[in-house]
Structure formats: C-alpha cells, structure tokens
C-alpha cells in the first residue's frame, strides 16, 4: 500500500533497509532513461517513480532481480578466485626454459618462428612455438616482465589450467592470424608479446561482457571503463618505442582474438565447474609439448 505522504501521480516502488539496495534499483531504471526518486523515512528508504512508468519498471526491476539470483554463486566463485601463483610461476618458468633452449639451440629459431610462408604451407605448429622464442635479451626480460603482469591478472580471473590455455590460444590465434594477413609476403614474427596482448584482451573481453550482462552496470560511462582502459593499454604497450622490430599487427591479433576468447571466458564462469582447470591445463603443455616436437627437425 502507497504511503499517505506519497502523491498521487508518484508510485512507490519499494522500501529497502539500506540506501545501496534502493540505489541499486535505481540504477535499473536509470539504465532506462527514465525518472526516480529515493526518500528517507523513518530510518528506512524509498524508492518512488512516475506512475505511468510503474509497470514497466517493476517488470525489469523483477528480471534484474532473477538475473541476479542467477549470478551471485558465480560472482562468488571469481571473487574468491585469487592469482594462482604456482600457474603463474609455471608459465614464467616455461618461458625461461625455452630461453635457455633457445640460446643452447641452433635450430630453435629457424624451425620455431612464425614465418608467414610457412605457416600457409601448412606449418600450422609455427604459431605456438613462436611465442616461446625471443630476439635478444631485452626482448625477452621485457616480455617476461610485462607478461607476469597481465598473466597474474588473466590466470586470476580465469584460473590456472583454463587461463593458462586461452592466453596459450589467444598467442597462437594471433600470429595465425598475423600470417594470413601477410599472405603473399615474407613476414617472420616472434616473441610471447602476442600472448601478452590475448591475456590482455581476455581481460579487457571478459569485463566489458560482464558489463553488459549486467542491468546496473550497461550504462556509456561504466562501458568506458572496459573499452577505453584495453585501447589506452593496447596503445601504451604497442608504441613507446621507436623500434622497428615491434609486431604491432602481431600485437592487434593477439588483443582482438583475447577479445573473443574473453567473451567465451565469461560463459564459462558461468556454466562450468573448476573441475575444468586441470584438463585445461594439460591441454595447454600438450600442446605446446606437440608443437615443439613437430618443429624438431626430422
């Protein structure tokens, strides 16, 4: 029943313990570009609109409601799901390992880099082991650096054995990519930066998806948040220097295809268990163990 001192041509929508659960609501309706009011009383608030706009206002208010039933084990489970160290440490550790091959090993480069001949004769492999090799000392120490960095916050939000593989994929969707793009032409690309722009675009992809699902958050200045923070990274780590060696495409492929896999990140977290984790994991070494072993020249 409305309260006496509400007029008639305001709707009382509900009353709420707190001012956030009422704010909540209210950003539902903001998202609907329509009025609303909060008012305090007697130690409690209200949140009252337009009466033409009740009806359709209670009906999204209800679905919001339901979608937010649905989410809260989910946003639990990422909540709590802090930086797996011992992933992380295993990447890093993986990427020292093969710069140590790299350095004992005359044919590593030869045989591993993403050639883009190569690759469109068949060498589909190339596009793995690329991202485990690096030009010089600096190349690698930067990549290892930056890539610890965005690694911790992809395996985070991803988990360990499932984070490991999509920025696994997302490196090699990237120079696959890359070297079709160059069909036709001589293009040689190496290094782990493309897989440090797919985690990156698997950040920046998973959060702008959980914007958009999200009633209260589907608003242009909270989208700018997702949008704008992967273009000014993507910007900042893609220039900076004056070096001719930077696969800025290399880079773009990686990001876009992080994009796209941090989209299908976000319906997994909500769909699949962590049972997930190890065998992503072991996907993710087997195939990197495979496409060494097809490089190994014969």
């Known amino acids: 029943m409305k309260s006496p001192d509400i007029p008639d041509e305001i709707a009382e929508i509900g009353m709420y313990e707190n001012l956030k659960e009422a704010r909540d609501h209210g950003l539902v309706i903001s998202s609907m570009e329509l009025a609303h009011w909060?008012?305090?009383?007697?130690?409690?608030?209200v949140l009252v609109v337009e009466v033409e706009d009740e009806e359709e206002i209670r009906q999204a208010i209800a679905e919001y409601d339901a979608e937010q039933k649905m989410r809260r084990?989910?946003?639990?489970e990422r909540a709590n799901m802090d930086i797996p160290g011992y992933a992380l440490f295993c990447m890093l550790a993986v990427m020292w390992g093969f710069w140590v091959f790299?350095?004992?090993?005359?044919w590593a480069v030869e045989q591993g880099i993403a050639g883009s001949v190569e690759i469109?004769?068949?060498?589909?492999?190339?596009?793995i082991t690329a991202l485990t090799l690096h030009g010089d000392s600096f190349h690698f120490i930067s990549n290892l650096c930056i890539g610890a960095f965005f690694f911790a916050f992809a395996l985070a939000r991803a988990g360990g054995g499932l984070g490991a593989l999509l920025i696994l994929t997302g490196g090699a969707l990237g120079n696959l990519i890359n070297a079709w793009a160059y069909r036709g032409e001589i293009h040689n690309s190496l290094g782990a930066s493309t897989a440090v722009f797919a985690a990156m675009g698997i950040l920046v992809g998973s959060g702008l998806v959980e914007h958009l699902a999200d009633r209260t958050l589907r608003t242009a200045r909270r989208l700018i948040i997702p949008i704008g923070g992967g273009m000014a990274l993507f910007a900042f780590f893609s220039s900076g220097e004056s070096n001719e060696r930077i696969d800025v495409t290399a880079h773009l492929w990686g990001f876009v295809s992080g994009l796209v896999l941090g989209t299908f990140l976000f319906w997994l977290t909500e769909n699949v268990s962590r049972r997930l984790q190890t065998p992503a994991a072991v996907c993710a070494f087997g195939l990197l163990g495979l496409a060494w072993f097809l490089a190994f020249p014969h």
């Open 73 to 76: 084990p989910a946003d639990r």
């Open 102 to 106: 790299q350095a004992k090993t005359a």
């Open 38 to 45: 909060i008012i305090q009383r007697d130690g409690r608030y």
């Open 120 to 127: 469109q004769k068949g060498e589909w492999w190339r596009v």
